[in-house]
């Protein structure tokens, strides 16, 4: 199937799957038709059992090939809940964790996945869990895939079909597509400050990439609603009036709605919405002035789909590019 071929699919399979999803009626009938249809699957039997057998209790799905165990919910169930099974209460990824348990080293699963159909969790068995006495629950970091959002993000779906290997080598050319153009903009920034080497200089350029790439990846994963909300809002400008459009923007992405003071804001900038997490808190970074080469780097940049980068590697994109 060719890449337009495999969003196509998704696309369908979105609008088919979109409110739907009883445990163990849909089970089967979904994973069995997301193989088939968004990765071209013909016989879906060869790659999945369906209630695999463990010494207490069935597993939902195993994929013996590429090691992925799937506990699937109903829709609706929030996959943070613990509900009663083999009387004790668990959450769903306690569950596939006493399933794990279970299971012989050679089957023991790579990843771990969580679904209640609208939400897809992966857990990396290769990072280690953490255990809370205070609320008694394992937990572990995890990458997440909604429904609405499997047309941009099916790939990393691609560990039910594909050895771990395939899988990788796709995600590290990703990265380093990635980590190239973070580079450049980092670059072309840094030519424009008066003292490149001062602290405060790399300290502030850090947190201006960080920004950046931050609304390159929002608008791309729809969190800025517009596709193109970020890039559209930065083509519009003159060079010289970009800065002071950044400044605009990083104040109105840093303050709540309802706290938004000017009730004359412009319409595109009251249309992004508040980011919590202190990423744009208004920490005094200087901006140097901008060239007709640093827009046409972050337009340029804004061509790459910032989405497709698993959330568990973007830092290290960071990490790499942005570490002299």
């Known amino acids: 199937m060719t890449e337009q071929e495999k969003r196509k699919a998704a696309k369908e399979f979105i609008e088919h799957w979109a409110g739907r999803g009883k445990e163990k009626q849909d089970c089967q ?28 209790g069935y597993a939902d799905a195993y994929f013996p090939a590429t090691k992925v165990l799937v506990e699937q919910k109903a829709l609706g169930i929030d996959l943070d809940t613990k509900e009663p099974r ?4 668990v959450t769903p990824y306690e569950q596939a964790r006493d399933y794990v348990s279970q299971m012989p080293l050679q089957e023991k699963p790579r990843y771990i996945i969580i679904s209640n159909f609208a939400e897809i969790r992966i857990y990396d068995s ?5 255990y809370s006495y ?3 629950t394992w937990s572990a970091p995890y990458d997440v895939i909604k429904l609405e959002d499997l047309e941009s993000q099916y790939a990393r779906l691609s560990i039910l079909v594909d050895e771990h290997e395939e899988r990788v080598k796709k995600e590290m050319e ?12 980092h670059d072309r920034f840094l030519e424009q400050y008066h003292d490149p080497m001062a602290k405060k200089t790399q300290n502030s350029l850090n947190i201006l990439c960080v920004r950046l790439v931050f609304c390159l990846y929002a608008e791309d994963a729809g969190l800025f609603g517009n596709h193109d909300a970020f890039s559209g809002y930065i083509s519009q400008y003159d060079p010289k009036d970009i800065r002071r459009a950044l400044l605009d923007l990083f104040k109105v992405l840093d303050t709540p709605e309802d706290q938004r003071e000017d009730l004359y804001l412009d319409d595109e900038l009251a249309a992004f919405p508040y980011v919590n997490g202190g990423l744009f808190a208004r920490e005094n970074i200087e901006i140097p002035k901008i060239t007709q080469e640093i827009k046409d780097t972050i337009l340029e ?7 497709e980068i698993s959330p568990t590697i973007f830092g290290a994109v960071f990490e790499s590019t942005l570490n002299p």
């Open 29 to 56: 009938l979904y994973w069995t038709e997301l193989l088939i249809t968004l990765f071209g699957i013909k016989a879906p039997s060869q790659y999945v059992t369906f209630e695999y057998p463990l010494p207490k």
């Open 86 to 89: 083999q009387g004790k209460m």
């Open 126 to 130: 290769s990072k280690t869990a953490s």
């Open 134 to 136: 205070k609320t008694d």
């Open 174 to 185: 990703l990265s380093l597509q990635a980590g190239e153009l973070v580079g450049k903009i």
């Open 301 to 307: 940049s804004a061509q790459f789909n910032w989405a």
